[in-house]
T-cell receptor
């Protein structure tokens, strides 16, 4: 158990819909990262937050947004969903640079 | 931007044998970290080993060791005495050192199957 909790583990939705993925980092970790894993794109960095502030942005679509709350949990919002958004979305947290602790991921299926 | 290349999509190894996974990367940075992460069928990503580019000594973690060749921009992972539990997808990753963020760039992964 990495200590990073992600919910939901699975969700199925329709095109055009909006979903929210939630992540609770390890106790004490200030950094939260979101990654997308798909068969065609591999593991792609989406966004990083550090203590409530956006620290880095990767290949995140404008339809996607994220935030980190004062209690350090984070949410990734995906809107106007398309078939191509179907993927595994990972949250990770860290203290030591690069040593990420990943959650089990949220498997999103867009039909 | 950094690119990480893993040229072996799949590898198979007999239990107790040794397997080596290759990884090359492209960067203009001189200070960076390299990592190997493992993703077993349970799908949770787990850090296997870490190497700091300024260290010449290759990192070792139990049965896992790396061969880091900075000039060649190569970072291979050797799994010795393979066990069934090593069956997983292995990802090589790069991180620039000294940046304000700690984002990782991952390779495409190598699926390792350990045969009984």
């Amino acid at each position: 158990d990495s200590g990073v909790t992600q919910t939901p583990k699975h969700l199925i939705t329709a095109t055009g819909q909006r979903v929210t993925l939630r992540c609770s980092p390890r106790s004490g970790d200030l950094s939260v990262y979101w990654y997308q894993q798909s068969l065609d794109q591999g593991l792609q960095f989406l966004i990083q937050y550090y203590n409530g502030e956006e620290r880095a942005k990767g290949n995140i679509l404008e339809r996607f947004s994220a935030q980190q709350f004062p209690d350090l949990h984070s949410e990734l919002n995906l809107s106007s969903l398309e078939l191509g958004d179907s993927a595994l979305y990972f949250c990770a947290s860290s203290v030591v640079p690069g040593e990420l602790f990943f959650g089990e991921g949220s498997r999103l299926t867009v039909l | 931007a950094q690119t990480v290349t893993q040229s072996q999509p799949e590898m198979s190894v007999q239990e107790a044998e040794t397997v080596t996974l290759s990884c090359t990367y492209d960067t203009s940075e001189s200070n960076y970290y390299l990592f190997w992460y493992k993703q077993p069928p349970s799908r949770q990503m787990i850090l296997v080993i870490r190497q700091e580019a300024y260290k010449q000594q290759n990192a070792t973690e139990n049965r896992f060791s790396v061969n880091f060749q900075k000039a060649a921009k190569s970072f291979s992972l050797k799994i010795s005495d393979s066990q069934l539990g090593d069956t997983a997808m292995y990802f090589c990753a790069f991180m620039k050192r000294g940046s304000n963020d700690y984002k990782l760039s991952f390779g495409a992964g190598t699926t390792v199957t350990v045969r009984a």
